[in-house]
Structures are given as C-alpha cells and as structure tokens.
C-alpha cells in the first residue's frame, strides 16, 4: 500500500534516485548544444520544463540531492562536453506571459529579453530599448544583470518573483546592491520565474528609432550570425577586456574550430565543428596571454557547465 502510494509519487528510476512525479515529464540523455548560442557540449543526465509555477515548487520541494542547473537562452552557457550530471531546469512557453498595468510591465521569466523591449516599444514605454540587442530570457538577464550602451537590467526591475532552494514562491523588491556588474548576489539555487519593470511613456516611434540606433551599433562593432556566447570575459576595473586581449595579440587566435573573433576579441567563436574543450581552451589560453602581458587576471562572464571531457 505504502509502496503503491510510492510509485505514484515517485517517476524515473535508477540506482539511489527517484525524481518526483511532476506535471510535466522529466526526460533522459537530453542534447543541450542546439540550445545554446555557442552549440556545443553534451547532454543533460535530466531535463525539466516546469509545467507552471506549482510545477516546479513542487519539484523543488520533493527533489532528490542531485544537481541543480538552470538553463535560459543559451546566451551565455559553454556546455562542457560530457555533459551536465543531475537535473536541468528550463523556463518554457508558460513562463512567456507579459501584460501591462500602468507603466509597470509584469512578464515571466521564461520570456526572451528581445520580446519584452518589443512589447514595451509597442506599448510606448520606453527604459526597455537596450535590451532588445541582448539575446536569452528575462530570467537570465536577471541573473547575470545584463546590460549595454550605459543600461542594466536592475534600472528597470521594480520586482522579482523566484522560486527559492526550498520550493517556496517569493515575490519582493530586490535592493539594488543586490545586482552588480554581470552578477547578482541572491542564492544560486533561485530559480526567478518572473519580474515586473518600470518604464517611462514615449512615443513608439522614438523608441524604434533608439532601437534601430543600439542595432547598427551592434552591427559595425561584433560579429552577427555566428555561435557565440558574446562577451566572454568580463571589463576588468576601469579597463576593456577586448583592449587587453589585442594588447597580447590575441585577435585570431584558434584551437581547434573555435576561433578568437576578428571583429571584436572579447568575442570566441564556435566556426561549425568546435568542442567545449576547444572554446574553453582557447578561452584559457587568452587568460594566460594577457596575464603574462599585462598582468590582468581576466574574470570569465560566460558560465561553464559541467563536466569537461578529460574529466571523470
Ligand atoms: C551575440 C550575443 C550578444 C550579447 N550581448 C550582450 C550584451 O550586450 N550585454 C549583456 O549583458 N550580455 C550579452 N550577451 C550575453 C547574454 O545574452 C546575457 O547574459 C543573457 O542575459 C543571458 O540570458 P540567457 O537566458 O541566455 O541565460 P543562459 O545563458 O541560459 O544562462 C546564464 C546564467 O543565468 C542563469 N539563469 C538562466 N535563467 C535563469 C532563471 N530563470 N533563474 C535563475 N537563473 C537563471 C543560468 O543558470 C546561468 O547561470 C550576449 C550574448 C550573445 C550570444
């Protein structure tokens, strides 16, 4: 009786793990370079599309001790090559909504950075055009407080919605230390699951013109159209990560099919048949090269995930 009750509960098995049942199927041995911008790396040993907010508090609640990864666009991921052990959870369509009150955008995280500076234009509300370059989710771009031409995402955040490590739904205004340049300082294990912005009313078509200005510029100075995860390495103090890395000579640079971009060295690209090593490597090999010649230890800002193929 107590087993039924059990297997009810309990889905997937393999040795030492049982995954709640949830609303929507945890999969298996899941591909994760086709969701990701640099498209490379393994597969996820779990993968998890909440079905909505209950959903996932109730996977959290219940979930076993294994890894926890959260994955949103892609944008800014370098899956390693073997792969990310334990469970990744992805946002999908039913945390895409986005409705209007006021001059207060309220949106799910799962919806993509791009289409929220869209609906703000289309609604006139301006604050939002910066964002409309930034590829990834809402959920993402709070995470990593992403930003461009003098903008971050934490300007406009009146209010976060999450999901914590326990499982319990929190909803508040973060203090704005909370978010630092490409970081933010709430637990890792959060989940956000949607936030409301501020903008400020404005015709659409100055807002479009803003746009198109912010997508020229984006244009003339990086690499479109190719796999990459865009800035890898974040601006050390008063300094241009890109500078530094032509300083050593940098520009250009391959191993393997990754290559250091042309048009903007603080970019790495995957050209076609790059391996996470080989983006990871080159990456690190930049690292060493503008310590040796400029005595900066260059932070990454893209985040690696999992587990490297020379690893066990
Ligand atoms: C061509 C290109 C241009 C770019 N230009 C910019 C730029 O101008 N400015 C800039 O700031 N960035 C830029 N980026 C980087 C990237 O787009 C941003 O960091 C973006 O906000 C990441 O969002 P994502 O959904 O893709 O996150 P992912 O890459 O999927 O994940 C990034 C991090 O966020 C975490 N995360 C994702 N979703 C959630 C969630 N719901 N809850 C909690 N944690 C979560 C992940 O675990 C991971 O740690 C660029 C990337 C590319 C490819």
């Known amino acids: 009786m107590i087993f039924d009750k059990l297997k009810s509960f309990f889905t997937h098995q393999r040795p030492h793990i049982f995954l709640p049942r949830t609303k929507s199927e945890i999969k298996k041995n899941i591909p994760l370079a086709k969701k990701t911008w640099m498209g ?4 996820a040993e779990f993968y998890f599309e909440p079905f909505d907010e209950k959903d996932l508090s109730f996977f959290i609640k219940n979930k076993p001790a294994i890894p926890m990864t959260v994955l949103g666009g892609g944008s800014n991921v370098i899956i390693r090559d073997k792969g990310v052990p334990g469970i990744v959870v992805h946002l999908g369509k039913s945390f895409a909504n986005i409705t209007r009150k006021g001059n207060i955008i309220t949106c799910g995280a799962g919806l993509l950075t791009i289409d929220l500076a ?4 289309k609604e006139g509300l301006s604050g939002f055009e910066f964002l409309s370059g930034i590829p990834g989710s809402v959920g993402g771009a709070l995470r990593m407080n992403a930003g461009a031409y003098g903008s971050e995402i934490k ?3 009146t209010s976060i919605r999450l999901v914590d ?6 909803e508040f205004s973060p203090q704005a230390d909370f978010f630092q340049y490409r970081r933010n300082a709430l637990p890792d294990d959060w989940i956000f699951i949607g936030a409301s912005f501020k903008g400020t009313p404005a015709e659409p078509t100055v807002i479009q013109s803003k746009m198109d200005e912010f997508k020229k510029k984006r244009e003339m100075g990086q690499p479109t159209g190719v796999k990459t995860c865009g800035s890898t390495f974040k601006n050390p103090e008063g300094l241009k990560a890109w500078q530094l890395i032509d300083k050593a000579g940098c520009r250009g ?3 393997g099919d990754a290559i250091v971009s042309e048009k903007h060295s603080n970019f790495l690209i995957n050209q076609g048949k790059a391996t996470a090593e080989d983006v990871e490597e080159l990456g ?8 040796k010649k400029c005595g900066v230890h260059l932070e990454w800002e893209v985040k ?9």
Request: hydrophobic share 30%; aromatic share 2%; proline share 0%.
């Open 253 to 255: 640079l391959k191993k």
């Open 284 to 291: 690190e090999e930049v690292r060493r090269r503008v310590l």
């Open 155 to 157: 300007d406009i955040l």
């Open 165 to 170: 490590g326990n499982g319990s739904v929190q």
């Open 40 to 43: 490379v790396g393994g597969e």
């Open 304 to 312: 690696r995930i999992g587990i490297r193929g020379d690893e066990e």
């Open 118 to 121: 869209k609906f703000a234009q």
